[in-house]
Nanobody, 115 residues
Framework: QVQLVESGGGLVQPGGSLSLSCAAS????????MGWYRQAPGEQRELVAT???????NYADFVKGRFTISRDNAKSTVYLQMNSLKLEDTAVYYC?????????WGQGTQVTVSS
């Protein structure tokens, strides 16, 4: 069992930055591929970025060059640094822990980009 707790969301102006954190507990953190997903109102949840236990990353095209995912296995935490935020980045951002046989989600944190 893995528990995930996201933090760091909030209100930011277009062009601004936010940093999200997701703290994991309950299992071997480094064994999981960690990911950030987001869901805007009326939309399906979509992949933002993932990072494997070894540090390999993958990004959705719409965040490449603006967002950076990272992890600290010693702290069992994954981060999402979001720069140059756009209005369309407004969504609830969810943390996910995934292995070959397990899949866990956090409760989500709201990110609102507005002038």
């Amino acid at each position: 069992q893995v528990q995930l707790v996201e933090s760091g969301g909030g209100l930011v102006q277009p062009g601004g930055s936010l940093s999200l954190s997701c703290a994991a507990s309950g299992s071997i953190f480094s064994a999981y591929t960690m990911g950030w997903y987001r869901q805007a109102p009326g939309e399906q949840r979509e992949l933002v970025a993932t990072i494997t236990g070894g540090g390999s990353t993958n990004y959705a095209d719409f965040v490449k060059g603006r967002f950076t995912i990272s992890r600290d296995n010693a702290k069992s935490t994954v981060y999402l640094q979001m720069n140059s935020l756009k209005l369309e980045d407004t969504a609830v951002y969810y943390c996910r822990a995934q292995s070959s046989i397990r899949n866990y989600w956090g409760q989500g944190t709201q990110v609102t980009v507005s002038s």
